[in-house]
């Protein structure tokens, strides 16, 4: 998956039930991986705000992500505006802590599947 911009409001021009619709992309994702043995991986922009998103919204998706684990490669709007780092407050780095993602936060290669 790419750029979810996940928020509990709809950003720019998103219908109401974005956040909702976005979570339940998110969980079939991450059922048809375990599914099929794949590794998850989400490409860039989890989060629409770096921080300061509802405990809420972060408790939901740690619980659908965390027995899944995917590697997660922050975007632009994962970290703070002009920062090509995850700071310690961040969404992102915060579920990283906590075990549910593996945030790619560092140039270089993380895994190699064959």
Known sequence: ??????????????????????????????NLAGERDLAPVIL??????????????????AAIL??????????NHDMEKGSNELAPENCLAR???????TAMARPGPWFVLE
């Open 1 to 30: 998956m790419t750029d979810p911009h996940l928020a509990a409001n709809p950003v720019k021009d998103r219908l109401p039930g974005f956040y909702g619709q976005i979570l339940a992309k998110l969980r079939a994702g991450m």
């Open 44 to 61: 860039g922009d989890l989060f629409d705000l770096p921080r300061d998103n509802p405990e809420e919204l972060l408790d939901d998706l």
């Open 66 to 75: 965390k027995p899944h684990k995917p590697w997660v490669l922050p975007g």
């Open 95 to 101: 579920l990283h802590r906590t075990g549910a993602v």
